[in-house]
């Protein structure tokens, strides 16, 4: 037993560096906020992370292939804006606007993925472009602020529903079923794909195909993540999602997803995103400008990204 | 036969490419969009050609060592929103436009910093600055950009010499300069390599740092210019001025028929790729569409464009 653990440490010291970076984080929090075990605040702090996780397990997926999105805040926006502009009255309406606005999400990532996997034009072109069409199509769906989700279902979702943490509970399915997805051979040639796109063709496997699912994987992730934000705001703005392109990159980073592909795992993902998220609400506490938040994402994504690969290069010499 | 060899070669040429697409574009306007066939109109549509323009120029630099500028948005706000607050304030114009360009410099030397030092990748490297660039100016302004009225930009933006646009012959001069830069010179030499070949260019003594520095900080320099000219014609400043110049200034660069993988392309396609862009757009407006219509029809039509004739060989 102690040998598993010790093994299993020594292959993921950047996650272990990172999980106790996060624990001085919750302990900082700790002091400002002493009410942070409890149910209430665990379940609208829950709330408040899962777009961020939820996008950054979009980007992760993106990035495990080799490519990059930059359209992920826009498309993040427009399933929010479909799911807030459908009229829900009852549950099956929302079960409705939930599923419109995740196919709609869905399809916008099949798209890049066919214009990546097919045009054979570089990611970043095709989805800076692509940032462009989404964030044009969510303001034609909604071009002020506004829509409307059940209050109802506001309410449950960020105090509770039953004492049960909802927000918590999607976040724990999603990831469950990409660790399902893992398990697959889907999972396995999304890697396979990432890491070496010609050995992977050689060795059979559709990689066009791959590349596609994957994108559209990622939009599902980055759908849902628009849906949990229209639900925890009440509403809907068409502009709300750019700070997600570069705060997922951010979080996947940080969870040493690579830059190349087919390296990194979503649980190091997720770890960077609850990093950057309860970093920002610590410098809520320290009473500065909430405008210095795009400061100090930006600098995180720096340091974080330099230090990477300071350490590895220390480590390959 | 010399003849036949440099037509094959037009057109094989990408950057004769834009050109192509740009004078069908135009002779199109002219022939069916109202409006499109007076000299007023043509002034028009060069001048405001110029403001992209300019930031596409120092774009292809970056591109051309396969970098990637992702932070000229908050450059063209940082020296507008700097320039106008300085100038409003007790500094006069002249003050306010170093301060502006300097600042600009500086933004550029920390993204060669991060991508040659830090070692991170060209595209996090800007699109982290330019995060922190509007973070920065939004403490700066308090979430309340001023307006100024700088007498020299506001000639420099919106008179004219001998009937063309004092821009549109700034933009042509700073295309001069880049094109000697690119073409001409050593540091463009070194660029090309670059981005043809990063370890085989840096192998055979080919300096990273100088010619990242000279590519950033360029590029920064003329964001920062664009940002200037932006502010003579608006008369105002704003936080999210410069956001339409990240993907426009990207676009321009790639169809004008440089790779966006870099070492390959001609920096003379850009100011096609900028002159279409922008005489798109101008349609757009002229069909009074929506907003939102219109950036879905100019995103699909860049995509569309870039299907084209902008594919990256399969390698």
New interface residues.
């Given amino acids: 037993m102690r040998e598993r653990i010790t093994v299993a440490a020594r292959g993921n010291t950047d996650l272990l560096g990172l999980l106790a970076l996060l624990l001085v984080l919750l302990v900082a929090y700790q002091h400002y906020d002493s009410s942070l075990l409890s149910p209430a605040t665990v379940t609208i702090l829950s709330a408040q992370f899962l777009p961020l996780i939820l996008a950054a397990a979009g980007q992760t997926t993106v990035m495990l292939l080799g490519g990059?999105d930059l359209s992920l805040g826009a498309v993040l926006g427009l399933a929010m804006a479909v799911f807030a502009t459908y009229e829900a009255r009852g549950a099956g309406d929302v079960v409705t606007a939930m599923a419109l606005a995740l196919c709609v999400a869905v399809a916008a990532g099949a798209v890049n993925g066919a214009?990546v996997a097919y045009?054979?034009?570089?990611p970043?072109?095709?989805t800076?472009?692509?940032?462009?069409?989404?964030?044009?199509?969510?303001?034609?769906?909604l071009?002020q602020p506004g829509g409307h989700v059940p209050a109802g279902l506001v309410e449950a979702y960020n105090n509770g529903w039953y004492g049960i943490a909802l927000p918590a509970v999607a976040v724990a399915v999603a990831l469950g079923l990409w660790k399902l997805l893992r398990t697959t051979r889907h999972g396995l040639a999304l890697y396979a794909v990432g890491g070496n796109e010609h050995g992977a063709y050689a060795s059979g496997l559709h990689t066009r195909g791959v590349k596609i699912g994957g994108y559209a994987l990622a939009g599902a992730f980055t759908g849902l993540a628009g849906i949990g934000l229209a639900i925890q705001t009440g509403s809907a703005d068409p502009t709300i999602g750019t700070?997600y392109?570069?705060n997922s990159?951010a979080a996947s980073?940080l969870g040493g997803i690579s830059?190349f592909g087919g390296v990194g795992r979503m649980r190091g993902t997720v770890l960077g995103a609850l990093v950057i998220g309860l970093l920002t609400n610590l410098l809520l506490f320290t009473g500065i400008?909430p405008?210095?938040?795009?400061?100090?994402?930006?600098?995180i994504?720096?340091v974080a990204?330099?230090l990477k690969?300071?350490l590895t290069?220390e480590a390959a010499e | 036969m010399s003849g036949l060899v440099s037509v094959a070669a037009l057109r094989g040429s990408r950057p004769v490419w834009a050109f192509g697409v740009l004078a069908v574009t135009w002779l199109a306007a002219i022939l069916f969009a109202h409006g499109f066939d007076s000299v007023a109109n043509f002034r028009y549509l060069v001048q405001t050609a110029s403001f992209l323009g300019i930031v596409a120029v120092g774009q292809t630099l970056v591109v051309m060592m396969s970098g990637?500028d992702l932070s000229v948005s908050g450059v063209v706000a940082l020296s507008a929103v700097v320039c106008a607050k300085v100038a409003s304030g007790t500094g006069g114009g002249a003050t306010g436009i170093t301060v502006a360009l300097l600042l600009s410099a500086l933004v550029g030397a920390v993204n060669a910093g991060?991508v040659v030092w830090?070692?991170?990748?060209p595209?996090?490297?800007t699109?982290?600055?330019?995060?922190?660039l509007?973070?920065?100016l939004?403490?700066y302004t308090?979430?309340s950009p001023s307006s100024a009225h700088v007498p020299l930009l506001d000639s420099l933006a919106n008179d004219r010499l001998l009937g063309v646009p004092w821009a549109f012959v700034l933009w042509l001069g700073v295309a001069a300069v880049a094109f000697w830069l690119l073409h001409l010179s050593r540091t463009g030499r070194y660029a090309f390599a670059l981005g043809a070949g990063h370890d085989a260019a840096r192998a055979s003594g080919v300096p990273l740092g100088a010619t990242a520095f000279t590519a950033y900080v360029s590029c920064a320099l003329l964001a920062g210019v664009a940002g200037l000219v932006l502010l003579g014609f608006t008369g105002t400043s704003s936080l999210t001025m410069g956001n339409p110049y990240?993907?426009l200034s990207?676009?321009s660069v790639?169809l004008g028929g440089t790779s966006?993988?870099g070492g390959r392309g001609h920096l003379l396609g850009t100011v096609g790729g900028a002159l279409l862009l922008t005489l798109l757009t101008a349609l757009l407006t002229s069909w009074n569409l929506?907003?939102?219509?219109?950036?879905?029809?100019?995103?699909?039509l860049?995509?569309g464009l870039?299907?084209v004739y902008?594919?990256?060989?399969?390698t």
């Fill in positions: 990059i214009l045009a054979g034009l570089p970043i072109v095709v800076l472009a692509a940032s462009f069409l989404w964030g044009g199509v969510t303001l034609v769906v071009p700070p392109t570069l990159i980073v830059f400008s405008f210095y938040q795009l400061v100090v994402q930006g600098v994504l720096v990204l330099a690969t300071y290069r | 990637i991060g830090l070692r991170v990748p595209m996090v490297m699109l982290a600055t330019g995060t922190i509007s973070g920065a939004l403490v308090n979430g990240q993907l990207i676009a790639v966006i993988l929506s907003e939102g219509v219109r950036q879905v029809v100019l995103g699909i860049i995509i870039l299907l902008a594919r990256e060989r399969r």
